[in-house]
């Protein structure tokens, strides 16, 4: 009986249908997915939010987010260090901070293809914020008894 030579690309087929595996090309592919989603959410979300708060607050308060991360899932997203400041000029209101913020968000995946779901989805976060940050009620007459 005789020996056959080692082919000398076997390895190189071998790692070009692991590569093609199903298994590794959904690894992949939601990576890249997580990862755009990643930087879209650090980059234009925030900076649309912040326009948008700035909009809503008649330009009298500013926010700063310090990170957007989106949940394992892509079905959440968490702002961290959030700040909410009064603009240039505007001493009347006072800082206001917030650790973190998580939000439900079930179609994050699809967010960054529809810009109608991207700005309601943006409203939201918006009035959570400015809901969370609002000045408590002044009552009107008297103390209470």
Partial sequence: MASRPPNPHALRHWFKALALSP?????????????????????????????????????????????????????????????????DGNSQARPQAILSMAFPCPDLGRLVFSGPMREARQRAVCDSILTYCAPPPQRSGGPAQ
């Fill in 23 to 87: 298994g590794v090309l959904f690894s992949a592919t939601y990576l890249l997915l997580h990862l755009g989603a990643a930087i879209y959410l650090n980059t234009a979300f925030i900076s649309d939010l912040r326009a948008l708060v700035l909009q809503q607050t008649n330009r009298q308060m500013e926010l700063t987010v310090s990170s957007l991360t989106a949940g394992p899932s892509l079905n959440s997203i968490t702002l961290k260090r959030i700040g909410l400041h009064p603009a």
